[in-house]
């Protein structure tokens, strides 16, 4: 069992920087995969980004690659999301996932069985 909350939304204006962050709990956090999902009003939840257990792969939307980083650290069970030039596009509710092991889809919710309760960002134009 892994409980996940997330932290660090608020306003910012287009071109600003925010950084996410996901506090875990649970004994399994370090093995697992963890990501982060987003939705926008009146849109369907999408995959924003991922990172294996150890860090050492990652994966990003196409649209968020270059301007947001994930990242964690097994030691705090923490992972972030480091949203630089942010668009008005990618206003939304964010949220945290994790899943146990490694993943064949990792862009897919059905993929994740834990999920936090989510963060607002809202960016002006």
């Known amino acids: 069992q892994v409980h996940l909350v997330e932290s660090g939304g608020g306003l910012v204006q287009a071109g600003g920087s925010l950084r996410l962050s996901c506090a875990a709990s649970?004994?399994?956090?370090?093995?697992?995969?963890m990501g982060w999902f987003r939705q926008a009003p009146g849109k369907e939840r999408e995959f924003v980004a991922a990172?294996?257990?150890?860090?050492?792969?990652?994966y990003y939307l196409d649209s968020v690659k270059g301007r947001f980083t994930i990242s964690r650290d097994n030691a705090k069970n923490t992972v972030s999301l480091q949203m630089n030039n942010l668009k008005p596009e990618d206003a939304a509710i964010y949220y945290c996932?994790?899943?146990?092991?490694?993943?064949?889809?990792?862009?897919?919710?059905?993929?994740?069985?834990?999920w936090g309760q989510g963060t607002q960002v809202t960016v002006s134009s």
């Open positions: 649970g004994r399994t956090f370090s093995s697992s995969t």
């Open positions: 990172i294996i257990w150890n860090g050492g792969r990652t």
């Open positions: 996932v994790a899943a146990p092991g490694l993943l064949a889809r990792f862009e897919e919710r059905t993929s994740y069985a834990y």
